[in-house]
Structure formats: structure tokens, C-alpha cells
T-cell receptor, first 113, second 114 residues
């Protein structure tokens, strides 16, 4: 069965520092890959997605992610974190043609001054 | 265009009651899926509908059901509520064509069972 692993449950970074959130998936083929962000009490907002092509994808709010097939990874990065980025981040995969999303367990990001 | 709209946003029910949650997808989207989010279990897939037909179903008891109407709006129902059903229920819609399989979520319906 497909699975998504986010090994970091909680990450704390200083404002202005760089950020990398890790995501690994387990599936035979390359699934569709997504990163979502959830602020407290809110729904999920799509940050970026990867379907095919260029392995470095740009998203909203200055985020980017790099797909590495050899490592089955899709890590999320941001060069300079802002206090407003504090939220929970979910990596997700979808098998092509089926609209069932499998989510990772999420990474809570805390930003300190 | 408007995003995914879920109603109600917040509700409190008593054990044993039933609840119906509504979801209006993004205009033109025909696929609607539902997810349950709890602190202990995370985000779990409930079911997905396309053109009024359930295409996928998660591992939830039969108390959880859903349907989709001809205008793509969807409802989910939970009967005989249990305390453990307290959760954030998220609806998502998926477009086709240029938007591919991108899945957009609503703000969710917060259900508290007391």
C-alpha cells in the first residue's frame, strides 16, 4: 500500500532562517505529489504540486519543492522563513486517476523571533 | 472563482444523533471527496464521488455515508454519532483538464459530539 512519511513531527526555526521539510513516499510508480499547509482552525491550502516534468517546482508564499525519484522524496523548502509561516504542513500523494489522497502525518512548524 | 464551500462550519451534536454535512465544489469540478481529521488519526480518506457515483471508499463503518447530486454538490451523513466522531471533516473537489488532478480543500466542518 502506498504510504507517505514525514519524519519530523515538529520543527522550530528562527525567522529569516532557511527551512526544509522532509517527505518520502512508498509507491511503485511516481504518484502525483502535493504539499498543503494548514493554519489552526483552517482547512488545507495547496502550496505546490508535482505531476511530471521539471523536478523543482515553485509554489505560493515563496515555497519550492524538489522531486527526487531515486530517493522517493519530495522535500519542501523555503530560503527565508517568516513568522506567518508557522502552521502544519502536509505532504500528500495521489495515484493517477484516483482522487484518493494519502497524507503524511504532518510537520508542525514553529517560528521563533 | 469561488472555492470549495462547506456548511455548517461548526456544530455540536449529542451521542446517538445523526448529522449531515454539505459541500459545494468549485464550479466545474465533478469529483468530490471527504476526509476526517483528528489529532490521533490524522487525515483519513472517507469516500469520493464522481458524477453522482461513489468511486472510492475508505475504511470507515457504514454509519458514514455520502451522496452527490447532479450539480456535483455533495453531502455526507454520520448516523448514531459516537464521541470518537468528533473531528474536522474536510471536503475536497478535483478539476479536470488543465487543472489536472489538483485537489482543493474547503475550510472544513468542525463536529463536536457530546
Amino acid at each position: 500500500a502506498q504510504s507517505v512519511t514525514q519524519p519530523d513531527i515538529h520543527i522550530t526555526v528562527s525567522e529569516g532562517a532557511s527551512l526544509e521539510l522532509r517527505c518520502n513516499y512508498s509507491y511503485g510508480a511516481t504518484p502525483y505529489l502535493f504539499w498543503y499547509v494548514q493554519s489552526p482552525g483552517q482547512g488545507l491550502q495547496l502550496l505546490l504540486k508535482y505531476f511530471s516534468g521539471d523536478t523543482l517546482v515553485q509554489g505560493i508564499k515563496g515555497f519550492e519543492a524538489e522531486f527526487k525519484r531515486s530517493q522517493s522524496s519530495f522535500n519542501l523548502r523555503k530560503p527565508s522563513v517568516h513568522w506567518s509561516d508557522a502552521a502544519e504542513y502536509f505532504c500528500a500523494v495521489v495515484i493517477g486517476g484516483y482522487q484518493k489522497v494519502t497524507f503524511g502525518t504532518g510537520t508542525k512548524l514553529q517560528v521563533i523571533p | 472563482k469561488a472555492g470549495v464551500t462547506q456548511t455548517p462550519r461548526y456544530l455540536i451534536k449529542t451521542r446517538g444523533q445523526q448529522v449531515t454535512l454539505s459541500c459545494s465544489p468549485i464550479s466545474g469540478h465533478r469529483s468530490v471527496s471527504w476526509y476526517q481529521q483528528t489529532p490521533g488519526q490524522g487525515l483519513q480518506f472517507l469516500f469520493e464521488y464522481f458524477s453522482e457515483t461513489q468511486r472510492n471508499k475508505g475504511n470507515f463503518p457504514g454509519r458514514f455515508s455520502g451522496r452527490q447530486f447532479s450539480n456535483s454538490r455533495s453531502e455526507m451523513n454520520v448516523s448514531t454519532l459516537e464521541l470518537g466522531d468528533s473531528a474536522l471533516y474536510l471536503c475536497a473537489s478535483t478539476g479536470s483538464g488543465n487543472s489536472g488532478n489538483t485537489i482543493y480543500f474547503g475550510e472544513g466542518s468542525w463536529l463536536t459530539v457530546v
